[in-house]
């Protein structure tokens, strides 16, 4: 079992729909980042999360961490946001990062 | 906002020839960077985290000796496959951690296609 897993691994949805994306993991962490990767490779950071909640534009993002879980949201998706999304910890006590496997996600207009 | 840069996006190489690709922050000085490597449809897998005046450490599986890292300013860090094989052909990419109030953020550089023929 992968020490950072995701869900869904892939999703479509159409334009406008509110997309949720999972993320579980086992290992303590001193931080959780989400990931967005385009078609072209390269990768943004979206947010770094260590307690909470955090919202940028139309995303959202929390962390539980008693239950070791943060969800990643999107609200009124729109095509551009079609990318892969990656979950990214940082264990405790380490500077190494553990990568889920990526959600696929695809907006249709 | 602090932004890593990654040199060539792109790269074909023939059999046996030995590749650089390199990585700079650009507005801030990273005394640790990480080179991963990423199979299609497969998540990242760090290679080796390197650090700024001292030797790369390497995770397990990964030949240093093939895949060189030089770290030689707190603004630069190199990846050379070296004898370079198709097998070889992957999407490379860097980052680099910078401490702020609020934690470490990451920065991922865009990123490097090798295709080796």
């Known amino acids: 079992k992968n020490e950072v897993e995701q869900s869904p691994q892939n999703l479509t949805a159409q334009e406008g729909e509110f997309i949720t994306i999972n993320c579980s993991y086992s290992?303590?962490?001193?931080?959780l980042h989400w990931l967005q990767q385009h078609p072209g490779g390269g990768i943004v950071s979206l947010f770094m999360?260590?307690?909470g909640k955090k919202k940028h534009g139309r995303l959202i993002a929390t962390i539980n961490i008693q239950e070791k879980h943060s969800s990643l949201h999107i609200t009124a998706s729109h095509p551009r946001d079609s990318a892969v999304y990656i979950c990214?910890?940082?264990?405790?006590?380490?500077?190494?990062?553990?990568f889920g496997t990526g959600t696929r996600l695809k907006v249709l207009a | 906002g602090a932004v890593v840069s990654q040199h060539p996006s792109r790269v074909i190489c023939k059999s046996g020839t030995s590749v650089k690709i390199e990585c700079r922050s650009l507005?801030?000085?990273?005394?640790?960077m990480f080179w991963y490597r990423q199979f299609p449809k497969q998540s990242l897998m760090l290679m080796a985290t390197?650090?700024?005046?001292?030797?790369?450490?390497?995770e397990q599986g990964v030949e240093k000796d093939k895949f060189l890292i030089n770290h030689a300013s707190l603004t630069l860090s190199t990846l050379t496959v070296t004898s370079a094989h198709p097998e070889d052909s992957s999407f490379y990419i860097c980052?680099?951690?910078?401490?702020?109030?609020?934690?470490?953020?990451?920065?991922f550089g865009e990123g490097s296609w090798l295709t080796v023929v």
């Open positions: 290992v303590g962490i001193s931080a």
């Open positions: 390197s650090n700024e005046g001292s030797k790369a450490t390497y």
């Open positions: 507005d801030f000085q990273a005394t640790t």
């Open positions: 990214a910890v940082r264990g405790t006590g380490t500077y190494k990062y553990i």
């Open positions: 999360l260590s307690s």
């Open positions: 980052s680099a951690s910078m401490s702020g109030s609020s934690g470490n953020t990451i920065y």
